[in-house]
C-alpha cells in the first residue's frame, strides 16, 4: 500500500474535497471545516492546521490541530481532530503515520504538547500518547477519554 501526507497548507487545492471528506466522515457540518482550513491556510497562526493521507488522489485518511474538539477543558490546546482512516485501510498503520508527522510537524512551529479526545481506549497509548483524564463534551453528559502527547 502507498500513500502519501500532505499538508493542506502544501495543497490548498485540496480544500474544498478534504473538508467535504472530513464532513463526510464526522458529521461536522461543511461550513465549519471550510472555515477551519480557511484559517489554516492564512497562515497567520500555527493553528488551525490540517493533514492528509493521499493514495494517488484519493483521501484515505486525514486529522487536523484545532484550538479546542468541543470539550470544556479549554485549558488543554491545541487538539488533534477528526482523526479518520477508511475502513479499507485500516489496520495499515495510516493513523499512526498521521499521528507521527502531526506532532513532528507542530513541534517545528513551537508546539510540544498536543491533546486528543476520543472513546476509544488503548489505541493512541501504541503512538506515545498519554491517558491524561476524563473530560465532559461541551454540550454532552457523556465524558470522554483525554489523551496528552509530549514531544
Known sequence: MCYKIVRLVDKPELKERAAAWFHGKWGVPLEEYMESMDDCLTGTNDVPQWYIAMDGSKIVGGMG???????????LTPNICAVYTE???RGMGIAGALLNYVCIDMKSR?????YLVTELESFYERYGWEFLCMVQGNSESDIMRMYIHRA
Open 110 to 114: 513551537g508546539i510540544n504538547t498536543l
Open 65 to 75: 490541530v484545532i484550538e479546542n474538539d468541543f470539550h470544556v477543558r479549554k485549558d
Open 87 to 89: 475502513e479499507d485501510r
